[in-house]
Structures are given as C-alpha cells and as structure tokens.
C-alpha cells in the first residue's frame, strides 16, 4: 500500500511536470518575445531584491559614520553616493515593473487566442461520437471556463518561481553569514503550509468536478433564457421563474461549497501565519540582540532582518507557487486532454482514393449493423440494400426506427459495428474522407441557421464556391426559395437572426427552404434530405418535389420523410422498424404487399380526410392520389 502511494504520487508528480513543459511551449508558440522579455526582467526583479539589502546596509552605515565623525560634511559624498545608487537601481526596477506589465499583457492576450484557436481547431476535427458524449462535454466546459486563466496562472507561477529563486539565493548568501542554523530553521517552518496548500487544492478540485456537470446546466439554462428563440417559449409557458429557481439554487450552492472550503482555509493558514510570525521575530529579537552587544553594525543589522524577510517570504513564496502549480495543473489536465484527442475515423481510417463525385453503379449496404458508443442495444441490425445510380430512394419508418442513423453510416459520421457499405463496389473507408464529403450534398432535420447573410447561408454548401452568385441563385430557385428571399429589405445580402445589428429573422419553412438551396448548391452526386419539408407547407413541398427527379440531374438521392405525397414518387422505397428493413420497393408494390408501408400510408390518408374542409367534395382514392 505504501509502495501504491509513492508510486501514485510520482505519477502525479510526472504528469503535472509533462503539463507544464506543454504549458511553456504553449505559451513559446503563441508569443516567444514576450516570453523572453518576462523571463529576463522577471529574473533581474529578482537580483534587485538582495543587490537592495546590500545598498541599504552601506547607505545606513554612511550615515550613522558620518553622524559618529566630527565633521559630518566631510562624510557626506559617501552618503550622496550610496543614495545615487539605491535611486538608480530603484528607478530602475520600476521602468522595467512597467515593461514586464506590459509584455505579460501582451503574453496573455497571445495566450487566450492560441488557445482558443487549438480549441476551434480540435472541435473541427473531431468525430461526431465524441459531440455525443456527456462526459467529453464535461471535459469541454473545463477547458473553456478554466484552461485560459489555469494557464496564464501557471505561466505567472513559474515567472514567480524565477523571480523568488533569484532572491532567494541572495537571501542565503547572506543569511548563510549570520547563522546556518537559523537559514534552515526558515526554509523548514515554510514547508506545514506548502503541504497544507496541495491539500486543500486538491479538495478545492475534487468539488469543483463533482458540480461540473450542474454548473454546466445552469449555464446552458442561462444562455437559453437570453436567446430570442426559446424566450417566447419561456414567456408564454411562463417557466421563466422556474428555471431562475433552477440556476440560483446552482449557484448557491457552489456558493456555499466554496465559502465552506474558503473558511477552513482561513482558519488553518490564520494559525500556521501565527506560528510563523512569532519564529520571524524571534529571528529579529536574535539580530538585534547581537546587535546590541556590538557584534554588528546597524546598517548590517538592516541588512539581516531585511535579509531574514526576503528568505521566509521567498521560501513562503516559492513553495506557494509550486503548490499552485499543482492546483492549476489539474485544471490544466482538462485542456490537454482534449487537445490530444485524435479523431477516429480522420486519422485511422480515411483512405487515400479520391471520390470523383459520381456514383456509375450502386450505392450498398451488406449486413450492416450499428451500436453507438456507450449503448449496448443496436440501432441498426443486419441491414442490407442496394440503390443504383441516378435511383431516388425514400426511406420510412416511425420515430426512432434508424433511419438518421443509416444516414449517419453513409456519410460516415460513424463507422459499421458490423458489415461494410460500398459505393461503385469500394469499401467507402478506402476513400479520402474529404472528397467524399465534397460527393455529399446533406440536409439534416435539425439543420443549421447561420448568423451570417442569405447568401453565406446558402453558400455554405459549396465553400469552394462561396463567392459564385450565380450558383446561389440558381439553388435558391431549385429549393423554391428565390422568391421569398426577394422580398427581403436587402435579398441575398440580407443578414439573418434578430439578436445581431439589422438582422431578420425567418420563419421555420423559409429556414428550411434555404437549408435544402444549401444542399443543391454542393452539387453533388449524392443528395440526402432528412424530412426535408418538416416545416414548409404542402405547396411549397408539391413546388419542390414535383420535378424533383429533373433538378436532380443525372445524381442519386435518398429522402427520409413521413410525407408520402413525396415519398410515393421515390423510384425505391425502405421500410424501417426497430432498426431492421422490412420491406423494400415502389410505391404500388409496397401498397399491393399490404404490410407496414401500406399500414402507415393508409393511416395518413385517413388523417387527411378527417382534416379536410368539409366544402371540399373529395372522394379517398382520389385524395390518396395526392398523398
């Protein structure tokens, strides 16, 4: 057990170490010359300290012999020079204070952006299975709310460490003249409150975890409750006070737990201060002892007792930064945790053929089956079916049955746990992740509203073409949306969200219908529209999917909807339940076979005629034509 411990501690000790040389070439990356130029002046703080307690002695001693000596004007030069000195060297410290505040600011600012740039730059890169995991949130919300601070604390600590250092070699050059005795007596008394400092920050970081995922709840409450979207819900509902009683009573207690850690820290460093501060002036009882029994002069008694506070406070000092350094680190964990994540499916198993976007053959899948980490039940089980090209595939089922899922598979957000999908008879793994993607023209139903203008949301589509307006245009006409988006206050440079200076903000359909213009825009081989017309009106649906086959060109699509007004004109139909196929065909085939899919169809026919105008002479085969 004892072996376990120190085997532990070192553990801990290397780990905190590899941390900080990350931290210092972090810190090197993002700003070297600050770096620099805050180790050189940090450094010459330091020296100045004990070159101070040297000056003062001879200028104390130049007085008092000048006031000993019967013509005092005679001694003055020496006394003159001695102030020049401690002047120079004083005015000198604080020019270069001002330089070090300076370039630790500049430090700082270079710190946060590189920091925030890594973050940005990991998020990017990342696979989707870890934006589904509570636990790498956790950790997200750690980097952010701590790394910026942790880090430029841990860059300020080891400045300090030098600094402290220096003096304290000073310090016990000199003390080391009065009474080695004595300089290990300071050094040892330092070392209670050292030990009680790492304690108390690891209590300090244990709760901190332990509350990481409620503070994280109640920030997220916080943002929604100062959103423009979700606030008229909140108004309306009148849930408002109810999720301030649920923010407040989070922050209260954290509140509570960190007056409580607060006071014990108070009460143990208020007694070990007592303790300390009584050796402290028995040191100084000690000099001016010897002092008086003519052993020293008063200059080189100002000299120790400055000399005996310069070694406690650097010791205290020292050991409190490294103490510190500790705490910080294991905040610091958290950033370079997330920092040193490799994307799974980018790193590992992207492969190095290039998707020409085109599809000549087949889409398929064999005898794929999917579980998503963390999740012992398969969302997918043994599924297998082939769409050909230039084939325009409907896939339907009720909620939850995997149909996003085998989405998600095909676009390789996620990879099978079991089976192999191809496209052109090509494992899609052989294939460069980046050019596939390119192939891919996407619209999932819980899609993206950009803060940026019409056409950026559009253009979004299609990086590459970003800037071609004419491709915008020409995929705003096909998703139906030109119209609209004319008649807004400045059309396609219209900016969009209310919460940001003269933006606008859209309905739902007309969010959706600009999400689909970004998918015809990627004008890719391969579109897929995830309940693509969940929020526009049947119109406008009939408006799209009519000639949907004639703005697809010679390109394949899959359609995931529960409108069958536009899954019926699919060429192949997948029937999905509890994440197995239980049927496959057309329309008319689907409907003869009289299994789910006519089930499901027959059911929204039905819910049709109950909502039809009662004026409206309609007979059900006649409206089952339109759905």
């Given at each position: 057990?004892k072996?376990?411990?120190i085997?532990?501690k070192?553990?801990s000790?290397l780990s905190?170490?590899k941390?900080?040389?990350?931290?210092?070439?972090?810190?090197w990356?993002?700003?070297?010359?600050?770096?620099?130029?805050t180790?050189?002046?940090?450094?010459?703080n330091?020296?100045?300290?004990?070159?101070?307690?040297v000056?003062?002695?001879?200028?104390i001693?130049?007085?008092?012999n000048?006031l000993?000596?019967k013509?005092?004007?005679?001694?003055l030069?020496k006394?003159?020079f001695?102030?020049v000195?401690?002047?120079?060297?004083?005015?000198f410290s604080y020019v270069?204070?001002r330089v070090?505040?300076?370039?630790?600011t500049?430090?700082?600012?270079?710190?946060n952006n590189?920091i925030?740039?890594?973050?940005?730059?990991?998020?990017?890169?990342?696979?989707?299975?870890?934006?589904?995991?509570?636990e790498?949130?956790?950790k997200?919300?750690?980097?952010?709310?701590?790394?910026?601070g942790t880090?430029?604390?841990?860059v300020?600590?080891l400045t300090?460490?030098v600094k402290?250092f220096?003096?304290l070699?000073?310090a016990?050059v000199?003390v080391f003249q009065?009474?080695?005795?004595i300089?290990?007596?300071?050094i040892?008394t330092?070392?209670?409150m050292f030990?009680?400092?790492i304690?108390?920050?690891k209590q300090?970081?244990?709760i901190?975890s332990?509350?990481?995922?409620?503070?994280r709840?109640?920030?997220?409450?916080?943002?929604?409750?100062m959103?423009?979207i979700?606030v008229?819900?909140?108004?309306?509902?009148?849930?408002?006070?109810?999720?301030?009683?649920i923010?407040?009573?989070?922050?209260?207690?954290?509140?509570n737990?960190?007056?409580?850690?607060?006071k014990?820290?108070?009460?143990i460093m208020?007694?070990?201060?007592i303790?300390?501060?009584i050796?402290?002036?028995?040191?100084?009882i000690y000099v001016i002892?010897?002092?008086?029994?003519q052993?020293?002069s008063?200059?080189?008694?100002?000299?120790y007792?400055?000399a005996?506070?310069n070694?406690?406070?650097?010791v205290?000092?020292?050991?409190?930064?490294?103490?510190?350094l500790?705490s910080?680190?294991l905040?610091?964990?958290?950033?370079?945790?997330v920092?040193d994540?490799?994307?799974?499916?980018?790193?590992?198993?992207?492969?190095?053929?290039?998707?020409?976007n085109?599809?000549?053959d087949?889409?398929?899948?064999?005898?794929v089956?999917?579980k998503?980490p963390?999740s012992?039940?398969?969302?997918l089980k043994n599924?297998s079916f082939?769409?050909?090209?230039n084939q325009?595939c409907?896939?339907?089922?009720?909620n939850?049955?995997?149909?996003?899922?085998?989405?998600?598979?095909?676009?390789?957000?996620?990879d099978?746990?079991?089976?192999?999908i191809y496209i052109?008879n090509?494992?899609?793994?052989?294939?460069?992740?980046?050019?596939?993607?390119?192939?891919?023209?996407?619209?999932?139903?819980?899609?993206?509203?950009?803060?940026?203008?019409?056409?950026k949301?559009i253009?979004f589509?299609?990086?590459?073409?970003l800037d071609n307006f004419?491709?915008?245009?020409t995929a705003a006409?096909?998703?139906?949306?030109?119209t609209?988006?004319q008649?807004l206050?400045?059309?396609f440079?219209?900016?969009l969200?209310k919460?940001?200076?003269?933006?606008?903000?859209?309905?739902?359909?007309?969010w959706?219908?600009?999400?689909?213009s970004r998918?015809?825009?990627?004008?890719?081989?391969?579109l897929?529209?995830d309940e693509?017309?969940a929020s526009?009106d049947a119109?406008?649906?009939?408006e799209?999917?009519k000639d949907?086959?004639?703005?697809?060109?010679?390109?394949?699509?899959?359609?995931?909807?529960?409108r069958?007004s536009?899954v019926?004109?699919?060429?192949?139909?997948?029937?999905?339940?509890d994440g197995?196929?239980?049927e496959?065909g057309?329309?008319?085939?689907?409907?003869?076979?009289d299994?789910l899919y006519?089930e499901?169809?027959n059911m929204?026919?039905?819910?049709y005629?109950?909502?039809?105008?009662?004026?409206?002479?309609?007979?059900?085969d006649?409206?089952?034509?339109?759905?």
């Amino acid at each position: 057990m004892k072996y376990s411990n120190i085997n532990k501690k070192l553990g801990s000790f290397l780990s905190s170490s590899k941390n900080i040389i990350k931290t210092v070439k972090l810190l090197w990356k993002s700003s070297s010359l600050s770096f620099i130029a805050t180790l050189i002046i940090t450094v010459l703080n330091g020296i100045i300290v004990p070159i101070n307690m040297v000056i003062s002695k001879y200028l104390i001693d130049s007085v008092v012999n000048a006031l000993k000596n019967k013509s005092p004007i005679d001694s003055l030069n020496k006394v003159l020079f001695w102030l020049v000195v401690e002047f120079g060297v004083i005015a000198f410290s604080y020019v270069i204070g001002r330089v070090n505040t300076y370039f630790s600011t500049i430090q700082s600012k270079c710190l946060n952006n590189s920091i925030s740039e890594l973050l940005i730059k990991k998020a990017n890169e990342l696979d989707l299975s870890y934006f589904e995991n509570d636990e790498f949130y956790n950790k997200i919300e750690k980097a952010n709310s701590q790394a910026v601070g942790t880090t430029i604390q841990i860059v300020n600590g080891l400045t300090q460490i030098v600094k402290n250092f220096t003096t304290l070699v000073g310090a016990i050059v000199i003390v080391f003249q009065l009474s080695p005795i004595i300089l290990l007596l300071c050094i040892m008394t330092s070392i209670p409150m050292f030990i009680i400092n790492i304690k108390i920050y690891k209590q300090k970081y244990n709760i901190y975890s332990k509350r990481i995922e409620k503070t994280r709840l109640a920030h997220y409450l916080q943002m929604v409750m100062m959103d423009y979207i979700p606030v008229k819900e909140i108004k309306l509902n009148r849930i408002g006070d109810w999720l301030e009683k649920i923010i407040l009573s989070i922050y209260k207690d954290n509140l509570n737990q960190d007056k409580k850690i607060e006071k014990k820290q108070l009460l143990i460093m208020s007694i070990v201060d007592i303790f300390n501060t009584i050796i402290s002036y028995g040191y100084k009882i000690y000099v001016i002892f010897i002092t008086l029994t003519q052993r020293l002069s008063i200059g080189s008694m100002n000299m120790y007792i400055s000399a005996l506070t310069n070694l406690e406070d650097s010791v205290k000092n020292t050991l409190d930064n490294f103490a510190l350094l500790y705490s910080n680190n294991l905040y610091i964990e958290n950033l370079f945790y997330v920092l040193d994540l490799k994307p799974l499916i980018l790193n590992n198993n992207s492969g190095k053929k290039e998707f020409i976007n085109e599809i000549r053959d087949s889409i398929e899948f064999r005898n794929v089956s999917f579980k998503y980490p963390n999740s012992k039940k398969y969302a997918l089980k043994n599924v297998s079916f082939k769409i050909e090209a230039n084939q325009n595939c409907a896939i339907v089922g009720l909620n939850g049955c995997g149909k996003t899922t085998l989405i998600k598979l095909l676009t390789r957000l996620y990879d099978p746990t079991e089976g192999e999908i191809y496209i052109d008879n090509i494992n899609i793994k052989e294939f460069n992740i980046e050019s596939l993607y390119k192939g891919i023209g996407i619209v999932f139903q819980d899609f993206m509203k950009y803060p940026f203008d019409v056409k950026k949301n559009i253009g979004f589509g299609n990086i590459d073409n970003l800037d071609n307006f004419e491709l915008i245009k020409t995929a705003a006409k096909k998703a139906n949306a030109y119209t609209f988006i004319q008649g807004l206050s400045n059309k396609f440079d219209t900016k969009l969200q209310k919460m940001w200076s003269n933006g606008v903000d859209l309905s739902l359909g007309q969010w959706q219908k600009l999400a689909i213009s970004r998918a015809f825009m990627s004008n890719a081989c391969l579109l897929i529209l995830d309940e693509p017309t969940a929020s526009i009106d049947a119109k406008s649906e009939y408006e799209l999917f009519k000639d949907f086959k004639e703005l697809m060109g010679e390109g394949t699509s899959i359609l995931i909807s529960h409108r069958f007004s536009t899954v019926k004109m699919a060429d192949k139909i997948i029937v999905l339940k509890d994440g197995e196929i239980v049927e496959q065909g057309n329309h008319d085939s689907l409907i003869k076979s009289d299994g789910l899919y006519a089930e499901l169809y027959n059911m929204q026919a039905d819910a049709y005629l109950v909502n039809e105008d009662k004026n409206i002479d309609v007979s059900k085969d006649k409206l089952k034509d339109i759905v």
